[in-house]
């Protein structure tokens, strides 16, 4: 469905930006809250997702171009540079760390039902699994014989199956052998499904938290796509669920979540567009540079993490996320 604004409200949240030191904060770069509400039902308002006085704190920076972000039960971020061939793990000490280099230029990550690592990497071409002793296997690098494009962004369902896109990102025209842009399923048994083959550069992807609809960012065509899934994993009844166009502000419809109540999250011109369930538009979470991914974190899911095109940054949420690999 294609996402129709009425008459809308601005209510206008002014934020502080600070450092990874509390004590330190960043002089006069103050970034601004936007919420659009469409309606008085309290359910759907940015209230209901956002106090006034929470803040977007910058946690690092400096990186080339980071992507990927996702939260382990253990305690930590992951998250990738993808130019620097680098996974770093942002521990809770507020350090960041290597965690993997080379990462095979990893883009995408998740996690598994046993919180395996999953990547979709560019220069290896491949959905990849970190076991727990460390050893990094491959789990899908072909369809039908033919390499891959670059696997980019990926999500597990309940019953273990990976569902990952594989735009063009990351290779060029003479590389690629499939000639279109697919999202896919892989099941536990290892099957690989094509499932989408018609949008312009599929990239994020996520399901609704009753997994009955799929959702997945068309980037260049600059809107989120929803899909019905069917019991036997695939998809039908492809739609327009929301429009994320700006063309005063950098970005595109990038990486994308979904909370306990359905509504969707994602990166885009200008920040974190957040909508509701019906595809209403809620408001918007700016973010001082071009924002490409976002991860829940912390025990409670309720603190968002987002990288920047070279920075991290995070924002306590009243409404917890969808929990990776469930």
Same mark, same amino acid.
């Given at each position: ?54 803040k ?18 253990? /305690? ?9 061939n ?33 990547? /979709? ?13 460390g ?24 019953d273990?199956?990976i ?15 499939l ?7 892989l099941?536990?048994d ?41 019991p036997?994993?695939t998809?039908?009844?492809q ?6 166009k ?8 990038d990486g ?15 920040g ?22 976002l ?9 968002l ?19 990776a690999?469930?």
């Open positions: 469905m294609t996402v129709k604004i009425a008459t809308i409200s601005f209510l206008l949240i002014v934020l502080s930006l600070a450092v990874s030191n509390p004590s330190q904060k960043l002089r006069g770069n103050l970034t601004n809250l936007t919420a659009q509400t469409e309606n008085q039902d309290k359910k759907n308002t940015m209230q209901r997702i956002l106090d006034d006085s929470a977007l704190e910058k946690l690092a920076g400096n990186f080339q171009f980071i992507e990927g972000p996702i939260w382990h039960p253990d /305690g930590f971020l992951l998250f990738s540079d993808i130019p620097a680098i996974i770093y793990k942002f521990a809770s000490n507020q350090q960041v760390e290597v965690f993997r280099s080379p990462s095979g230029k990893a883009n995408g990550n998740t996690l598994d039902k046993e919180n395996r690592l999953l990547t /979709g990497e560019h220069e290896n071409r491949r959905v990849s699994r970190t076991e727990k002793d050893k990094v296997i491959t789990l899908a690098d072909r369809y039908e014989g033919k390499r891959l494009n670059s696997p980019n962004d990926l999500v597990v369902k309940s273990g199956s569902y990952f896109t594989d735009p063009s990102y990351g290779v060029s025209k003479d590389q690629e052998e000639g279109f842009y697919g999202v896919y399923r099941a536990p290892g099957k690989l499904t094509l499932l989408v083959k018609d949008l312009v550069l599929p990239n994020g992807i996520a399901f609704s938290p009753d997994e009955q609809k799929l959702y997945v960012n068309n980037s260049e065509a600059g809107y989120i796509a929803v899909f019905d899934i069917k036997d994993g998809v039908t009844n739609q327009r669920f929301a429009e994320l700006d063309a005063s502000q950098g970005g595109v419809p994308l979540k979904v909370d306990v109540e359905g509504n969707v999250y994602s990166t885009g011109p200008g974190v567009w957040i909508f509701s369930p019906d595809g209403k538009l809620l408001g918007k979470i700016s973010v001082p540079e071009t924002a490409t991914n991860a829940w974190g912390e025990s409670d899911r309720k603190t993490y987002i990288t920047g095109s070279t920075s991290l940054y995070r924002i306590r949420l009243k409404i917890a996320g969808v929990r690999g469930k």
